[in-house]
């Protein structure tokens, strides 16, 4: 989703600073994290579109994030866009086995980093007046969903973050948002221990099953493709979201309706 989001600003003409994860996390360093060179294969694909700068940042540390967004302005001389999407399919559990360190991690990349992310944006963007905020929740964000306890309580923590800084900070030309994405097919559903491994073995079935049982059960009939949230994310950052804040925008086909 990131990179499909990245893509559709860089085709609108915007410069874009491209981030992910470079090392292991330093909370929580035994995790697997992407390759050290990921960001910039992903930086380099996308340079062919317009001006890409990767920068490395690990958003559960605060100096990084604020090197992160020290290295946007220094690049450009302002922020005028944040799209929040750092995530992670770990510990998909019953919650009677969910560990904490599981538990934590789930909060930490998804909830801290986003607030983390979204106060050096807004520190930003408040004395220029202007700027749009956009995370990443989920449908998990509004509705629980079992075995899915730390994921969820982290999504629905940021659109809680979502509307208390859309009250804060509206009077100063700052929109915050949230995108609340369904089922979505992106290698992160597929990956070990991840949605479709787990809720398939759970429900007895291959996993080729349960994604026909699943895409039965949304009303649009399919899975949503990255481009249905880059679409949303290009929405709320545009002018015609002016007066748009505080929102959770489901983008979900109907498999979520509040």
């Known amino acids: 989703m990131g990179r499909a989001i990245a893509e559709s600003f860089l085709r609108l003409g915007d410069a874009v600073v491209l981030s992910d994860v470079g090392a292991p996390l330093a909370s929580h360093p035994d995790y697997e994290v ?19 700068l990767p920068v490395a940042c690990d958003v559960t540390d605060e100096e990084q994030v604020e090197a992160l967004f020290d290295a946007a302005v220094a690049e450009h001389g302002r922020v005028d866009v944040l799209v929040n999407c750092a ?30 992310c979204a106060r050096e944006a807004a520190r930003r963007m408040v004395p220029r007046g ?7 929740a989920s449908q998990a964000g509004k509705t629980g969903m079992p075995l899915l ?15 208390s800084m859309a009250a804060e900070l509206g009077e100063h030309g700052v929109t915050v948002n949230a995108i609340c994405p369904g089922t979505i097919d992106t290698p992160l559903l597929a990956v070990q221990g991840g949605v479709y491994q787990t809720f398939s073995g759970a429900a007895g079935r291959s996993e080729d099953e349960y994604r026909r049982r699943l895409a039965r059960q949304i009303p649009a009939r399919r899975f949503g493709v990255p481009g249905d949230v880059a679409a949303a994310a290009v929405y709320l950052a545009s002018e015609g979201a002016s007066f748009v804040t505080g929102e959770a925008l489901n983008v979900t086909g109907g498999q979520e309706m509040h």
């Open 130 to 136: 202007a700027g749009r905020i956009i995370t990443i």
């Open 87 to 116: 995530g992670l399919a770990i510990g998909l559990t019953p919650v009677t086995e969910l560990t904490l360190r599981d538990w934590q991690v789930n909060i930490d990349v998804m909830a801290t980093g986003a607030f983390l």
């Open 34 to 52: 992407a390759p050290p060179d990921h960001l910039s294969q992903a930086a380099a694909e996308l340079d062919a579109l317009g001006p890409v």
């Open 149 to 163: 306890a730390a994921y969820s309580a982290s999504k629905f923590a940021v659109i809680g973050l979502t509307q």
